[in-house]
């Protein structure tokens, strides 16, 4: 009996579940799903199986320098016979070189055509260069230059060169073992052990999904919650504990246990890195599943979906990711049961766009991509005598509470928000409606290539469906765009459905790295990464994350001496490599550590420059960013190097001293911008004026031209100055001014009767044309 057969006759032995609660739970009669999903996985492992293993990418293969010292024979072969001639060694050697059967020959060993041309060079060199060549190669080249030996007489010689100066050619096998990722469900044998039952929460944003996962959590008698940011980790811990469920934190940079002598509480919320596959819990939460196709981070949902060790894994996300949930729960012989729930309160897309600041109503927020357009659009939101709060990615968790703390508040002023796509997770806001001021923003591709992207569906309806929540004062939400032109693309990015989640993320770990250090000790890190990726063996339902950021900081420090495990934990560390600040301390902290100096509290003051002063400008409260991420780099790696980073205590005091300052700085932003340069801020004061009183066509004033996402216009942007702005993140005087002078040159280009409109709709002033004529 087949293999499919066999399950088909199980499936139909069981009795079909029952609709309980407010959701929908899938009925037996759904487990054809799962016929489907063993026949996909079948086909996907024949598939990976049957074919052969792929050739390494030999441009990776980096030559091991050689020393040329006399042969440990000595002159021996000189002696027996005779001294080479060096020219007639020259054209003998290149006549090898020349012979196909001796390149197909080596081609048949590993060497492709590059690595044979890189191996010719050096033996080549080495037989010319040397004082002595070892007694049998001399007496060799000696009988070929006599008439009295063959020329193919050279390879067995000039392979055993080839493969001191690519030691990989002789263990090739044994490195396609340590790289083949064929089977990720047998690195977990803990997990194996036991029968798992998998739940998957499936629905939209505000549907509930979570909350009856974390129901169960609550009330088991272990457990542990993973999410993929800090903020829901120290909300789920902060909600166990008020619950009377004792709850320990687990983040890359802290470990809070609530227990005063340390001892593990039953409970955990960790960050999805931080779960423990060893540890056995009753029940394990992972949150937003969908993110294990994430090109960077999708190997940590991977690794908890197959490794936790619980009885009951719950799962929680979008719907598109239940088919490849249960394929690969096929895998590992668990079955899926799913769990369907529809969104708490309505949502709409409006049929007008805001077109103007001047349109704006309390429990709005304007969701953007970068923080150049927060800083310009918080400035003119100000400047017509507004408050608001403002969000980003780089903001302190403390300071994202803080603003979102004052945007909640039905009693302060603050009626605004400014964000970025950072409010789509871990923040409760009430907010009423949700405007796109672009719907363009800078991605990395699969190669790690940047580059400006639509955004999808699934990351438009995570944002859009922030609006009209359950829990805030607004019954209802809304969506829609700041600019006219966006508002049917909206439409038809909401109308799509969300793409189908197929592939899973894996990384190469610790102890894969080591082992291919042990066969390649001369290579250096990155390329170790380089080489796995190469050899590595995946099947149809995964893929290698991508590792450009561990490569960058290999790079950095690759001329520190460190052991390898250290190097690799130092390559892992979360850092904004965009800061250059938060690179050199990095660089800093990795050459301390190397004189297996302990980086006291003191030494990290004087590095930091600590205390701080207020932010008197962007500048300044960008800087105090990096150096919070800076202060949480320390702790991060306080607890992997415990002796070398002792004053964890310390530490943390002075970053939540900085947190307040940088709060502080938030919350005065407009007037930081204000000081960057008040005559450049008092112009972008007035083009915000001139968008109140002008059509979505003009956008004369809008602060959009900085996103290059629109029109001839954002295109010239993009290609300029624009794309510097979003690549540094940073906004200074220069910049802005020369982005100012660019776009006004390119306006008057396109059309000279622009400016007249212009002054003829938005400025009556006789006195202000004269003085614009005079310019």
Not at 179 to 199: C, G, H, M, T
Not at 290 to 302: E, V, Y
Not at 401 to 415: R, V
């Amino acid at each position: 009996m087949s293999l499919l057969s066999r399950l088909q006759r199980h499936i139909n032995s069981r009795t079909p579940r029952i609709t309980a609660g407010s959701c929908h739970v899938s009925s037996g009669s759904g487990l054809h799903k799962q016929c489907q999903a063993a026949s996909a996985v079948c086909s996907r492992n024949v598939s990976s199986n049957s074919s052969p293993p792929k050739g390494p990418d030999t441009s990776l293969f980096v030559p091991v320098s050689l020393k040329t010292d006399s042969a440990a024979d000595g002159s021996v072969g000189a002696e027996l016979t005779q001294p080479l001639d060096k020219n007639e060694l020259l054209k003998i050697l290149n006549r090898f070189y020349k012979r196909k059967e001796m390149q197909r020959l080596a081609a048949d060993n590993g060497l492709d055509a590059r690595l044979f041309h890189q191996a010719f060079i050096s033996f080549r060199k080495h037989v010319l260069e040397v004082s002595s060549l070892p007694a049998d190669l001399h007496i060799i080249l000696n009988d070929i230059c006599c008439g009295a030996g063959h020329i193919d007489d050279i390879y067995p010689y000039f392979m055993r060169h080839a493969k001191q100066i690519f030691p990989m050619l002789d263990c090739m096998d044994d490195l396609r073992k340590i790289s083949d990722l064929r089977f990720p469900p047998n690195w977990y044998p803990e997990a194996r052990a036991i029968q798992r039952k998998v739940i998957f929460h499936a629905g939209p944003t505000n549907s509930g999904k979570t909350y009856h996962a974390i129901q169960r959590y609550l009330a088991a008698k272990s457990g542990v919650y993973c999410g993929p940011l800090k903020l829901l980790a120290h909300e789920i811990f902060e909600k166990s504990n008020n619950a009377g469920v004792p709850c320990d934190l687990v983040t890359g940079e802290e470990r809070t246990f609530v227990d005063l002598d340390g001892r593990a509480a039953d409970h955990v919320a960790c960050t999805i890195e931080m779960c423990s596959v060893n540890t056995p819990y009753e029940v394990a939460v992972i949150d937003e599943i969908q993110m294990i196709r994430d090109p960077s981070r999708g190997w940590a949902w991977t690794r908890a979906l197959l490794g936790l060790c619980a009885e009951e894994i719950h799962v929680c996300g979008e719907s598109a990711a239940i088919d490849f949930i249960r394929e690969l729960m096929y895998t590992t012989g668990e079955e899926v049961e799913v769990h369907t729930y529809q969104r708490l309160t309505p949502i709409s897309v409006l049929d007008q766009a805001v077109e103007s600041l001047d349109n704006l109503r309390p429990g709005d927020c304007i969701v953007c991509f970068s923080k150049n357009d927060i800083y310009s659009i918080s400035r003119q939101i100000e400047a017509r005598g507004l408050e608001c709060a403002v969000i980003y990615g780089s903001l302190p968790p403390g300071t994202k509470l803080s603003q979102a703390k004052k945007f909640n508040d039905p009693d302060d002023p603050c009626k605004i928000l400014v964000a970025t796509d950072a409010i789509g997770m871990g923040l409760n806001l009430s907010i009423k409606r949700i405007i796109f001021n672009s719907l363009v923003k800078p991605n990395v591709n699969e190669k790690g290539e940047k580059q400006m992207e639509t955004i999808s569906t699934s990351q438009a309806l995570q944002i859009a469906g922030r609006a009209g929540r359950f829990s805030s004062k607004f019954k209802e939400g809304e969506v829609t765009t700041m600019h006219r032109d966006d508002l049917p693309v909206l439409k038809e990015i909401l109308s799509h459905l969300v793409d189908p989640i197929e592939i899973a993320g894996l990384h190469p770990t610790a102890e894969q790295i080591e082992m291919f250090a042990y066969h390649l000790p001369d290579a250096t890190l990155s390329n170790l990464i380089d080489i796995f990726v190469s050899l590595s063996q995946v099947d149809g339902l995964y893929f290698v994350c991508n590792i450009d950021d561990f490569k960058f900081l290999a790079d950095m420090i690759q001329h520190i001496p460190l052991n390898l495990r250290s190097r690799y934990v130092f390559c892992t560390a979360p850092i904004n490599k965009k800061q250059p600040f938060v690179c050199t301390s990095f660089l800093k902290f990795a050459r301390q550590f190397s004189r297996d100096e302990p980086l006291t509290f003191d030494w990290v003051c004087r590095h930091i420059s600590w205390p701080v002063a207020q932010p008197k400008n962007i500048k300044d409260l960008v800087h105090l960013e990096a150096v919070h991420d800076v202060l949480d780099l320390y702790l991060w790696l306080s607890y992997r190097f415990m002796d070398m980073f002792p004053d964890t205590a310390l530490i943390r005091e002075i970053q939540r001293e900085l947190d307040n300052i940088i709060q502080q700085g938030v919350q005065n932003i407009t007037r930081l911008i204000r000081a960057t340069d008040p005559t450049i801020t008092n112009t972008l004061q007035t083009q915000g004026s001139r968008q109140g009183q002008t059509s979505g066509n003009s956008r004369a004033g809008d602060s959009s031209y900085l996103t290059g996402s629109r029109g001839q216009r954002g295109q010239m942007m993009d290609s300029s100055l624009a794309s510097r702005l979003v690549r540094d993140g940073l906004l200074t005087p220069d910049l802005l001014w020369q982005l100012q002078r660019e776009w006004t040159k390119d306006q008057k280009q396109d059309d000279p009767n622009q400016h007249a409109l212009d002054t003829e709709h938005h400025n009556n002033d006789n006195k202000g044309k004269r003085k614009k004529r005079k310019k």
